[in-house]
């Protein structure tokens, strides 16, 4: 989601000469995304629209530059800032803004759960929210509310953060699928709760399988999906037709632009693009349009088509009665705010198109009692199948069954001719039979040491023949034999090199093949494998112990060790033991390993003895519980403002007319002078309380 590297300078209007290069593609289609990373950087101007990040890379912290990122998203065409936040779910360990007490939205007492990680995200959504409502106040909006709950939001989704699908160093489990799917839907879920309009997700195909799986079904499929790794405008344009693996809808694509991360909005894909009907039933036909993954109401306004085909605004296609055969198209443009894309609808009439399996393959054997149903759609009634070559081998019946004349010989025979309706459709019909073909299913190349050759053996397979299968080799010999019942061995012992052996497959009904298989002899190297180091604390050096593994070798193996010792000893077998327990260091074991058949390789392994380290907890999230007193219109009034967290005399930002200032901070009580304008209306509102180290709470007070 950051670049690193900013440009100094930009043009300006860059922009928007891009977009008049880019054929069709209006300047509100392209934007930019920035956040920390550009802190003080020199911004384009004249953008189509700015997307700002809201955290500063991670769950519960803030952008040091919202506000003025926020006021350089407002300069752009679209006038109006969009919203990205960090997603992460490092889980309860050492993670202070993990609930403990929560009962809303999911009951929580702080497991490592999926309720847990459901109120984890919920709380970080609610966190980034008032960030931006924080920094609308600061930029003195009218609404700041209104500001955040109007703008689109995203959500970061990358392996860069802390997920617990990633932290285990194994293969994720389905609970840590589970937890950190939970975590994105009560981000979501919180979004919604305050009325935002549309929240989508960024991610790439690989990084969102990696957090979630695979399957998520229709989770995430009402959210707009944001994609990155597109290297330009023209493959980002292509990017947006493809298949969305979170079931939302492609909505936007991200490539590099100007030194920063552009992105180009997608038009909207309408579906289905055609159809196929007969002509009985072509009066009362009618198909419904759609967006994929589109939530917002779509607008359809036709163009071409008519009267043939009707399109109404809702996307109901429609014909105007009767029509006769052949194709009918319409086309016209989808809307839906301020998004648009183009449709094209394509009707063929009175054709039957040829459904089901349009070849097949038997054996001698079988062909004499074989058969298939040709089968069709885009017809009314009982199709009638009309043959017009293929006979007399393949016989194809009026209702479309495939038959042979009897037992045919190994070859490829093929029948075609037309479909046809009592109502006038019409189409046609192929059909190809594979008779007595067979096909070698074993492996066809191995690799083995020259001491392996002597007792090496191999059986060759094949399939689409009926009972025991002969082989005859024709070439191979004498370094390979080949039985005549497929069995590969060798004449003993083989020297290095590359063996080929072939010859013909056949079986008493006639079906026959071919088949190949290439042998490799390699004088051994054995290769290690994993482990090849490893990390223990002090305490557990005195019983560690691990076991070393070579491959490409035969039998047993000999290790033997050349240096390490006597910290680390490497028995003979290859297993790993240390001499008792270690100091805090880095041990090394190396040495060779053996066969009995003259196979040598080299072996090395290392040992990390790491003491402990003490790293201080997170500060607190801060919490802000309730407020002691009531504000008074024209009046200057001292409150108290109760919770936890509260860090370096924080700063506490109350509505338009309100003003408040900090006099003392106990960590847990804000004793706040707080002055509000005699205009100012009395009900329930809200103070947001910034702390020094970038963290922020909210608690609601009464004014009179």
């Known amino acids: 989601m950051f670049v690193v590297l900013v440009v100094s300078s930009l043009m300006a209007g860059g922009l928007g000469v891009l977009a008049a290069q880019a054929a069709s593609v209006p300047a509100t289609s392209l934007g930019y995304d920035i956040s920390f990373p550009q802190c003080g950087a020199n911004l384009p101007a004249a953008t189509g629209f700015g997307v700002v990040g809201v955290d500063n890379g991670h769950s519960f912290s803030v952008n040091p530059c919202l506000a003025s990122e926020i006021t350089w998203a ?10 990205y936040v960090n997603t992460d779910n490092p889980g309860p360990s050492n993670n202070t803004n993990w609930p403990q007490s929560q009962s809303t939205p999911k009951p929580c007492a702080g497991a490592n759960s999926v309720n847990c990680s459901y109120d984890y995200g919920w709380n970080a959504a609610q966190a980034s929210f008032q960030a931006v409502v924080s920094a609308e106040t600061q930029l003195s909006a009218a609404s700041p509310t209104a500001a955040a709950l109007g703008a689109q939001w995203w959500l970061d989704v990358e392996t860069g953060n802390a997920w617990q699908s990633l932290r285990t160093g194994s293969a994720p489990t389905s609970a840590q699928f589970a937890n950190d799917a939970a975590t994105l839907q009560g981000q979501l879920a919180y979004f919604a709760s305050i009325g935002v309009g549309t929240v ?65 909005v997608c038009g909207l894909i309408v579906t ?86 349009t070849s097949a393959a038997t054996s001698v054997l079988g062909s004499a009692t074989y058969t298939n149903q040709l089968t069709g759609v885009g017809g009314s009634g009982p199709l009638s199948f009309t043959q017009t070559t293929g006979a ?5 019946s009026s209702s479309g ?51 392996a050759s002597t007792t090496y053996t191999m059986q060759l397979t094949a399939s689409g023949g009926s009972g025991p299968l002969s082989f005859t080799q024709t070439t191979g010999t004498p370094s390979l034999v080949v ?38 002899v390699a004088a051994g190297a054995l290769v290690q494998g994993t482990p090849t180091s490893a990390t223990v604390a002090p305490t557990a050096s005195a019983a560690y112990t691990t076991q070393l593994v070579e491959t490409g070798g035969v039998g047993n193996l000999t290790f033997t060790q050349t240096s390490g010792t006597p910290s680390l000893v490497v028995s003979a077998s290859g297993a790993v033991t240390t001499s008792g327990a270690l100091p805090a260091g880095t041990y090394s074991a190396a040495g060779s390993v053996s066969d009995a058949s003259g196979d040598t390789g080299t072996y090395a392994f290392t040992l990390t003895v790491a003491a402990p380290t003490t790293t201080p907890p997170p500060p607190l999230l801060p919490v802000a519980t309730r407020v002691v ?50 205009r100012s209306r009395p009900g329930v509102h809200t103070f947001v309380i910034a702390m020094s180290n970038g963290k922020i709470a909210s608690v609601r007070f009464v004014q009179r």
């Open 629 to 678: 007193g009531h504000a008074v219109a024209g009046h200057t009034v001292i409150l108290r403002i109760l919770g936890r967290g509260f860090i370096g005399r924080p700063t506490v930002v109350g509505p338009a007319g309100t003003k408040a200032f900090v006099l003392r901070d106990s960590g847990t009580v804000l004793t706040v002078r707080v002055r509000v304008d005699r």
């Open 401 to 451: 069954l495939v038959t042979t004349s009897g037992a045919l010989a190994r070859g490829t025979y093929s029948a075609s001719g037309t479909i046809g309706d009592a109502f006038g459709d019409q189409g046609t019909f192929t059909f190809s039979l594979k008779v007595g073909f067979l096909t070698q299913t074993s492996t066809i190349r191995t690799t083995i040491s020259p001491a």
């Open 392 to 396: 007399a081998h393949l016989l194809v």
């Open 74 to 83: 407002g300069t752009s065409l679209s006038a109006s800032p969009q919203f």
């Open 483 to 520: 039985s005549p019942s497929g069995l590969v061995t060798t004449s003993g012992t083989l020297a290095d090199g590359s063996y080929v052996v072939r010859g013909v497959i056949s079986d008493a009904s006639g079906d026959s093949g071919t088949y190949f298989f290439n042998l490799l």
């Open 200 to 264: 989508g997700i960024y991610a790439t195909s690989l990084q969102w399988g990696a957090i979630v799986g695979s399957n998520t079904g229709s989770t995430f499929s009402q959210n707009p999906l944001w994609v990155p790794g597109y290297a330009t405008l023209v493959a980002a344009q292509a990017a947006c037709s493809m298949t969305s693996f979170t079931g939302g809808r492609i909505a936007m694509i991200q490539y590099p632009l100007n030194g920063l991360d552009g992105d180009y």
């Open 272 to 357: 289905p693009a055609s159809a196929t009907i007969s002509l009985a039933a072509v009066s009362t036909f009618s198909s419904q349009l759609a967006v994929a993954g589109e939530s917002a109401p779509v607008t359809y306004t036709e163009t071409t088509g008519s009267p043939s085909l009707l399109v109404s605004s809702s996307g109901l296609v429609t014909t105007s009665g009767t029509l006769a055969a052949g194709t009918y198209s319409a086309s016209g443009t989808a809307s839906a705010g301020a998004l648009s894309g183009n449709f094209s609808f394509a009707l063929t009439v009175g054709t039957i198109v040829q459904t089901g399996a």
